[in-house]
């Protein structure tokens, strides 16, 4: 998506169109509406803040910014391709923000082969839930599929479950998966094969902290929530400097009720909530996870200085997506890369492109 568009943040006391919280309790922020997605050339969403002139210091202090420069983070995810995320994809794409679906392929919904070959091309992410969803043991014996057809070891459930979902939705690779009921038993073979592996329970991501990607927490959502209940989460997160991750199954109103139903006004209203504060930045669990591995890379690597100039080079790790960016700051100078300088973004940093490798600081 390499295209800039204006962004409005609105006054307090004009009211969220089209949404209501849908639950007993409403969040306690205010009337808010709906703020369109901004997107910089990277195709990262760019913060509120705009204006900011570029630095003119020393060539010095170079820093990567936690979450691509806002406060943080959260992602919505969907497991197991159901029908209601079929029924209610439009409402949840109209929010313009970016998600997460999690596909279990031996059980693909009517209209998702469509529906999700449409959300590949809106930027959505299709992720790995298994051919059949079933339990792993230690030693790779699988028990307790949900649904008939199981593949026979744990390697054929999530290849055949990606060869699924790359030859049927358009999407070029898949690098994250969702543990069959939060088993964390597949997360030694999730790490065989991709970036990230989302579980459920649990709490926050923070910046450089030590969890493991292949166990990133959750909160599986409720039918007894509403939506207070996730604007609150995602306050603590923009308060926390964290990353909080979403887990929904059933969304209301539906005929095929599979599990723990929540109505789709809740989760649209907390989207467009997350979006309005303008430091929260919301995005499928690739997007906002492989910028938090690229930046805890970025701080291990050590720059080749020659005189004044520094420059760092790097190898991404293993299932790590192309064409994936990190934002910097530096107190001056001019950054480049392969030769190329680099162009400040007045919503306060500068871009650098993953796939080139290396960083060059210079005067």
Same mark, same amino acid.
């Given at each position: ?20 919280? %849908? ?10 509406? #709906? ?18 002139? @570029?630095? @003119? ?95 026979? =070891?744990?390697?054929?459930?999530? #290849?055949?479950?990606? /060869? ?8 070029? #690779? ?45 909160? +599986? /959502? ?12 995602? #306050? ?18 539906? =005929? ?40 805890? +890379? ?10 004044? *100039?520094?420059?760092?080079?790097? *190898? ?6 192309? %064409?994936?960016?990190?934002?910097? *700051? ?34």
């Amino acid at each position: 998506m390499n295209r800039i568009i204006t962004v409005m943040f609105l006054t307090a006391g004009m009211v969220l169109t089209g949404c209501s919280s %849908g639950g007993a309790g409403s969040p306690a922020a205010g009337d808010i509406e #709906d703020v369109p997605m901004v997107y910089t050339p990277s195709g990262l969403p760019a913060p509120a803040q705009s204006g900011i002139p @570029a630095p @003119a210091g020393a060539a010095e202090n170079l820093q990567v910014l936690d979450w691509a420069g806002f406060a943080g983070a959260v992602s919505y995810t969907f497991d197991d391709g159901q029908p209601s995320h079929v029924a209610h994809y439009d409402e949840l794409n109209d929010t313009g923000a970016r998600m997460t679906f999690y596909f279990v392929s031996n059980m693909v919904a009517a209209g998702a082969v469509t529906t999700f070959t449409q959300a590949v091309a809106d930027g959505h992410e299709i992720g790995n839930h298994t051919v059949s969803h079933p339990q792993v043991d230690a030693h790779g014996n699988l028990s307790g599929p949900s649904w008939p057809d199981s593949a026979a =070891s744990p390697e054929e459930e999530m #290849d055949s479950c990606t /060869a699924y979902i790359t030859g049927t939705f358009g999407q070029s #690779d898949v690098w994250t998966m969702a543990s069959p009921f939060g088993d964390s038993n597949w997360e030694a073979y999730a790490a065989n094969r991709f970036l990230l592996n989302r579980r459920v329970g649990g709490g926050t991501v923070s910046p450089m902290d030590t969890t493991n990607p292949h166990s990133l927490s959750c909160y +599986m /959502a409720l039918s007894s929530d509403d939506a207070s209940t996730y604007t609150d989460f995602i #306050d603590e997160a923009r308060a926390g400097n964290a990353w909080r991750i979403f887990c929904f199954h059933s969304i209301l109103p539906t =005929s095929d009720t599979w599990y723990e139903p929540v109505d789709i006004h809740d989760i649209t209203y907390s989207i467009r909530y997350a979006k309005y504060q303008g430091d929260t930045w919301v995005d499928s669990l690739i997007q906002v996870g492989a910028y938090w591995i690229a930046q805890k +890379m970025f701080a291990g690597l050590t720059p080749v200085v020659t005189g004044n *100039t520094s420059t760092w080079t790097w *190898t991404l790790p293993d299932h790590f997506p192309p %064409g994936k960016y990190l934002r910097v *700051t530096v107190d001056g100078g001019t950054l480049s890369q392969n030769g190329t300088d680099l162009v400040w973004d007045d919503h306060g940093f500068y871009e650098v492109a993953l796939d080139a490798g290396e960083l060059t600081l210079a005067p």
